[in-house]
């Protein structure tokens, strides 16, 4: 279980997150949503550890890891699919997943997540010698997941996983993380597209200009008038 | 025809030389976008701990050079860790700046403890003191030496680079900091490691230089150390392939305008290289040309 309490991040002057509190339980998927500059991405750096905050703390399992690096929480079970997909693009699709498992020593363990991933995204497979950035944008997306999964989380961040794909592409991704999901990892998915992310999340935050506004069930959520104007187009 | 074997063995000589300097100017760049201006002094350095430890230790070249190079791999570190580090996250030109004091400093922290004057280095005796001829071109022993050791210390950085698993780390590190702490990659470590690996391979140079060239001085590395940067931008600064390509083709173009033309010009038309490469294909010859976003 993943907790964010009460964290509060400063770039500068710039008062980012007020007093952020978030709770990611265990087999769940946990949705972040908001517009465009609230908060979001920010929430998720520091959660990983890319970002400091200024107060607050973040426990993972109860235990306090907001002063540990990025590094010590891939390997206690956190990874993240940064916005953007951010593959490392001159180098082959093997190679960026073989990055996925840096931290993992267990060769045995790594191939047959290797092959788990390959099944998952057959597209990967058949394109592994080639450099990932000659991919399209859903198979970027594909990639950045399956690194992200490399690392054998128990939770996964994912952020804007449908940012700029075809919304049959974005279908085929969220699909993907419900399956991800039911294989028991962990989902803490923060999306600008509201009604798909509501549709699978169990739990979701609103996030407005640094702050959580609203939480409740995905399906609450779908159904609150304030949201459906706000965020679902009508 | 002899001549011009002559002057391509004479070149390939020198451009080993550029060639192990601008690696390190390349790695550094490529890993954290700066142009580590202290870098000819480290090369200088190695010069120096090599001509100890020949002088007053009677060693030979192999065990001298990997001295230099081992003292060369702490002092780049320590120069990221002092110097560069705390600048992690300031602006470019900052950095920039530093690594020029860090030049001066060890210039001039040298010619301190050295005096400004130059020195010879020991004379290589037995069998490296040798030369041959092939077909009228004259070859020395040093020459071959240097070559080798080149040739050995690209294929062993190569190897590095793509086969362990420092090695990709770097190269995830220079292209995307983020991403690469995501996968559980320690960049600061990867950095300092890139500094040990460039200085290295400059420590090697310098004592190349001091048995080649016969004498050094504590600034010694501010004309090389120029070149050497040129070789990198030349192939296409960030890029290792590119280091290699531009530090060979630097070399023949000195070589070649000392032995054909006026060696007066030779520094000239390098750095009229220089100009024109930043005019023409400011990416380097293996460079893929890509607008800076903004």
């Not at chain 1, 998720?44 to 540990?68: H, V, Y």
Request: charge should be positive.
């Amino acid at each position: 279980m993943l907790e964010i309490k009460n964290i509060n991040v400063h770039f500068g002057v710039i008062h980012a997150l007020k007093d952020v509190s978030l709770t990611v339980e265990d087999g769940k998927i946990v949705t972040l949503i908001g517009a465009n500059g609230a908060g979001k991405t920010t929430t998720l750096r520091t959660a990983s550890g890319l970002k400091k905050p200024t107060s607050g703390s973040i426990l993972l399992d109860g235990k306090d890891i907001t002063a540990t690096t990025p590094q010590a929480r891939v390997k206690m079970g956190i990874s993240q699919v940064p916005e953007g997909r951010r593959v490392f693009s001159t180098m082959t699709v093997l190679e960026n997943l073989e990055l996925g498992a840096f931290l993992r020593r267990d060769k045995d363990g790594i191939a047959k997540d290797l092959a788990t991933v390959y099944e998952r995204f057959p597209i990967l497979a058949d394109r592994k010698r080639q450099a990932a950035g000659t991919l399209s944008g859903g198979e970027q997306q594909m990639l950045a997941m399956g690194r992200a999964l490399m690392s054998r989380p128990k939770i996964l961040f994912l952020d804007e996983p449908s940012m700029g794909l075809a919304p049959l592409l974005v279908q085929e991704i969220f699909d993907i993380i419900k399956v991800i999901n039911e294989t028991g990892t962990t989902i803490l998915l923060v999306e600008q597209n509201a009604s798909m992310a509501l549709q699978i999340a169990h739990h979701a935050y609103v996030m407005e200009t640094g702050s959580i506004v609203l939480s409740g069930t995905g399906a609450e959520l779908s159904q609150s008038e304030e949201i459906k104007k706000a965020y679902l187009g009508g | 025809m002899e001549q011009f074997l002559q002057q391509l063995i004479n070149g390939l000589s020198l451009g080993s030389i550029y060639a192990l300097i601008a690696l390190g100017y390349t790695m550094v760049y490529g890993i954290i976008k700066l142009i580590n201006f202290a870098h000819c002094d480290v090369y200088m350095i190695g010069a120096y701990v090599g001509y100890a430890c020949m002088t007053y230790f009677h060693l030979g070249l192999l065990p001298s050079m990997l001295i230099a190079m081992a003292a060369c791999t702490l002092l780049g570190m320590a120069i990221e860790k002092i110097a560069y580090k705390p600048l992690r996250n300031a602006t470019r030109i900052a950095v920039l700046i530093t690594a020029l004091g860090v030049s001066m400093f060890l210039e001039y922290g040298t010619m301190f403890f050295v005096k400004a004057e130059v020195r010879a280095y020991p004379s290589m005796t037995g069998w490296m003191a040798q030369s041959f001829q092939v077909g009228g071109v004259n070859i020395s022993m040093l020459q071959v030496i240097i070559m080798a050791v080149t040739v050995i210390l690209m294929i062993l950085l190569q190897f590095i680079v793509k086969r362990t698993r420092v090695g990709r780390a770097m190269r995830a590190v220079s292209l995307d900091k983020d991403a690469a702490e995501l996968m559980g990659i320690n960049v600061n470590s990867t950095i300092s490691f890139t500094f040990a690996l460039g200085s290295a391979l400059a420590g090697a140079a310098g004592v190349l230089v001091g048995v080649y060239y016969n004498s050094i001085n504590p600034l010694m590395g501010m004309l090389p150390g120029i070149k050497a940067f040129v070789a990198a931008v030349f192939g296409g600064i960030g890029l290792i392939p590119g280091a290699m390509v531009g530090g060979y083709a630097i070399g023949m173009i000195e070589t070649m305008v000392d032995g054909y033309g006026n060696s007066l010009y030779k520094d000239a038309v390098v750095f009229a290289i220089l100009i024109l490469i930043l005019i023409v294909k400011p990416a380097g010859l293996l460079g893929k040309n890509t607008r800076e976003k903004v």
